[in-house]
């Protein structure tokens, strides 16, 4: 392949910026002769931080700027955490690859490091997932939980300066920020499971450059790459987004994959979860089947009451 440069397209956040760092890393070594560029691209996401993503346009907000620049051939790549990724990708674009998944779960951080069971009743927790909050009332209905935006580093602070008792975030954005040490407690994914894809990086590219699908090939990881498949379709079929309380989360062992479901009313009174078993590679129609018992659990009546408010 001849020499010529690659450009990453990234957000400017911290957390971003060292994933775009790492995938430019792997690629220089993978790819020696290529030089690579990282290029920051300001979303709206990022510039929106003091309202609720779902009352703003969801998840797309933070891949819109990004996946347009790709489009009018500013970047080659770029780079996102899958958990931010909306359901729907613009026809000439594709997920190209995805690297190993960092740990999936969420994250407690509390005030002398209290454990989530230990936390006084009525204790304020801080959280931008709707997601996590239908989860943690669900399983303690007791908790204020309060509304979280920001980076890492800004939500971390706001444990302070809010008064927090504690805070949810994911646990791989902190292990790879070095913040490990600030974790109080990881959460079993049965008080809360993932959001699909979380813990993993994903690599977008144009579905037409065959060139690049080839440089990013030996950087999928197939398991991963499969888990989010599966969990994707759940989601898709239940026509979800992060004004959804949703759940996804697949684990591959061998052949096999695991997969679990779930969906919640906001107020965490009613939690539809399933589970199937399966071969990996059948993970697309797995989560299609998933998502559909959910929906005939009870999700369909969930969905229709968010969705008319």
């Known amino acids: 392949m001849e020499s010529r440069k690659i450009k990453i397209g990234s957000r400017g956040s911290p957390l971003a910026l060292w994933q775009a760092n790492w995938i430019k890393g792997q690629l220089e070594t993978l790819h020696p002769e290529i030089p690579v560029e990282l290029v920051i691209i300001k979303t709206s996401g990022d510039k929106i931080q003091d309202v609720p993503l ?11 700027e990004i996946e347009e620049a790709m489009l009018r051939n500013e970047i080659d790549f770029a780079v996102h955490s899958m958990k931010d990724m909306p359901i729907k990708f613009p026809f000439a674009l594709c997920i190209a690859a995805v690297t190993k998944r960092e740990n999936p779960f969420d994250a407690l951080i509390s005030r002398n490091d209290i454990k989530l069971d230990d936390l006084p009743k009525g204790a304020k927790v801080g959280t931008g997932s709707l997601r996590r909050m239908s989860q943690l009332l669900h399983y303690r209905p007791d908790l204020n939980l309060v509304p979280l935006r920001g980076n890492l580093d800004t939500r971390i602070k706001k444990l302070e300066t809010e008064g927090l008792h504690a805070i949810i975030l994911a646990a791989a954005g902190l292990i790879r920020m070095g913040w490990e040490d600030k974790i109080s407690e990881i959460i079993s994914p049965e008080i809360l499971l993932p959001a ?19 440089l990013l090939a030996d950087m999928d990881d197939e398991d991963t790459h499969l888990a989010l498949d599966a969990e994707r379709a759940v989601v898709t079929q239940l026509e979800g987004g992060c004004n959804v309380p949703i759940g996804a989360f697949a684990t591959i062992e061998g052949d096999e994959m695991r997969l679990q479901g779930l969906v919640a ?3 965490g009174k009613t939690v539809y979860k399933t589970e199937s078993q399966g071969r990996k590679l059948d993970a697309k129609s797995m989560g299609k089947e ?10 369909d009546k969930i969905m229709q009451a968010i969705h008319s408010t």
Do not use: C, P
């Open 54 to 64: 779902a009352k703003i346009g969801g998840k797309g907000l933070f891949v819109k």
């Open 290 to 299: 998933l998502g559909n018992t959910l929906l005939e659990m009870g999700g």
């Open 196 to 214: 699909m894809g979380q813990g993993a990086v994903g690599i977008e590219a144009r579905k037409h450059d065959v060139d690049n699908q080839i």
């Open 265 to 267: 009313s906001l107020d």
